[in-house]
């Protein structure tokens, strides 16, 4: 990270669903200012990751800082503060559709601040404006597009200038001249707020376009952890295969199967 401080720090991250390992020994860092992008094929872990950074889950061993924090070790009240300098852009945009967009983008402000309305507004607003949705904050989610979905929801999560943004796939269910402009956005917020960014993203073209760093998942283990140039020229046949979309082709021995099987079903 050179001489940037670390806005996220994961050291040795174990996590359990019942006996089955899901992350294993799992330890990266993200600098100040940077975007972190989080890769991975399909069962990989990055979703239980994600959970973990934002607090939702907690991990059988290992820690989290964010800014500096410990998060395994947080109270509920001192974890409900921290996540005020957090802010979440989910998957599906997660807008609540009795609400217009504007309403939507106040909430955090008046759940957490005790601004006055009209100082909220001029600030859902802007935040409206550097997301390039000014003037439709009297529409409903109904009525947005999928890409605008995602913006409106990206101004509702920087809406009270957080130090860490955190994204679930930008670019899912997006045509790819509306990823790409999304893609842009992710960088100006970085740029121009100096917010620290993380992104769950399966694809290849917005992972390498955005990112400082890259974390690559396989398995519940880290492949590497690099920067994008580094990722990108990796030998590593796993990380390859994933660079490539080369699908795997597994060997199974039938005998072997169904041992494994019989033992698992009958203990």
Do not use: C, W
């Not at 990751?49 to 964010?66: A, E, F, V, W």
């Not at 955090?108 to 005790?114: G, W």
């Amino acid at each position: 990270m050179n001489a940037r401080a670390a806005a996220i720090e994961v050291s040795h991250l174990v996590t359990h669903y019942g006996a089955r390992k899901i992350l294993d020994d799992i330890s990266f860092a993200a600098g100040e200012g940077e975007v972190m992008v989080i890769m991975g094929g399909s069962g990989s872990g990055k979703s239980t990751l994600l959970r973990h950074l934002l607090g939702l889950n907690r991990p059988t061993s290992g820690s989290i800082k964010l800014l500096g924090k410990d998060i395994t070790q947080l109270t509920a009240d001192e974890m409900y503060d921290l996540r005020k300098n957090m802010g979440v852009a989910f998957q599906g945009g997660a807008l609540f559709n009795s609400m217009t967009v504007g309403e939507n983008v106040e909430l955090p402000l008046r759940e957490h601040t005790a601004l006055d309305d009209n100082t909220i507004r001029i600030m859902s607003r802007m935040k409206l404006e550097v997301v390039n949705l000014a003037g439709f904050e009297n529409l409903m989610p109904a009525e947005l597009s999928g890409g605008m979905i995602k913006r409106a929801a990206l101004a509702r999560a920087i809406v009270m200038d957080p130090k860490l943004l955190f994204f679930d796939e930008p670019s899912a269910g997006l045509d790819p001249v509306v990823s790409a402009e999304l893609d842009e956005l992710i960088l100006t917020l970085r740029d121009a707020m100096s917010m620290s960014i993380v992104v769950v993203t399966h694809e290849l073209e917005s992972a390498f376009k955005i990112a400082d760093r890259i974390t690559v998942l396989d398995q519940g283990r880290i492949l590497m952890s690099d920067t994008a140039a580094a990722v990108r020229a990796s030998e590593h046949p796993r990380i390859r295969a994933l660079l490539d979309r080369t699908p795997r082709h597994e060997t199974v021995d039938p005998e072997e199967y169904m041992e494994r099987l019989t033992r698992e079903i009958l203990g």
